[in-house]
């Protein structure tokens, strides 16, 4: 490398990169968010999203999901790049330069395998405890971006279980944009992406005629690239 480039690189000041990680998960019932406690001077009892820092012969990441196993056991666990926050005060320990990434989980299929060590706990996103530096911005962005996704594609399929009924599948989507959705219009709107398919048995207790299982037909579901429901809230009835 030109002596005169090498001296470019050398004057500049180093900064840290971070990896922050939001984690939804759903439960059946409402949508929560998965935080640990950070014990960082000042903040010491405030909680925090999964982070840490970059190390030198790391990718972005397989930091991401190497932070995220210290902190709380989980694997496996598809990370979505989300945005990048850089402003100078948003650490005041050090000048830090986050990466933020998401996911959305079932809480019932990775709940066993969280370690408590930092005390990872699930929160309602109705009642989420005070955040470290700027992570409620980031969370704040997070769902914004998922609501957007999930108004897409039909991302949420995979936290049901294998057979579901459509009061379920209803119940994912109230939670994700928080509101009540009409019934009889989710239900004609969803059988009308012909994604479903109806199986011959019902769902015991839900009610006298019960409510019928459905599983994805998932050839068509791999190929549902286009607008999804769009009388979801943000889109046109």
């Known amino acids: 490398m030109r002596l005169d480039i090498l001296k470019q690189y050398q004057a500049q000041t180093k900064y840290l990169v971070a990896l922050d990680s939001i984690i939804f998960g759903f439960d059946g019932e409402e949508l929560k968010l998965l935080l640990v406690k950070r014990g960082i001077e000042q903040e010491h009892h405030t909680w925090s999203l999964m982070g840490g820092w970059m190390q030198p012969d790391e990718s972005l990441e397989s930091a ?3 932070i995220l196993f210290e902190l709380t056991n989980l694997t496996d666990i598809y990370l979505e790049q989300l945005h990048t926050f850089g402003s100078p005060e948003r650490d005041p320990v050090e000048r830090t330069v986050s990466v933020a990434y998401f996911a959305l989980i079932n809480v019932e299929d990775y709940d066993h ?4 060590s930092y005390e990872a706990q699930w929160f309602s996103m109705q009642e989420l405890p005070h955040l470290l530096f700027d992570h409620a911005s980031m969370v704040e962005m997070a769902i914004q971006h998922l609501r957007y996704k999930a108004s897409q594609h039909p991302i949420g399929f995979e ?6 009924t459509i009061p379920q599948l209803q119940k994912l989507y109230e939670a994700i944009f928080g509101t009540d959705l009409d019934k009889r219009n989710f239900s004609r709107k969803l059988l009308s992406t012909n994604l479903l398919v109806k199986l011959d048995e019902k769902q015991k207790g839900y009610s006298k005629k019960g409510a019928y299982f459905y599983k994805i037909n998932e050839e068509k579901y791999r190929k549902q690239f286009n607008t999804f429901l769009n009388f979801l809230p943000g889109n046109a009835s």
């Not at 936290?159 to 579901?164: G, V």
């Open 64 to 66: 991401s999901s190497r």
């Open 113 to 116: 395998k969280i370690s408590k």
């Open 159 to 164: 936290l049901l279980p294998e057979k579901f």
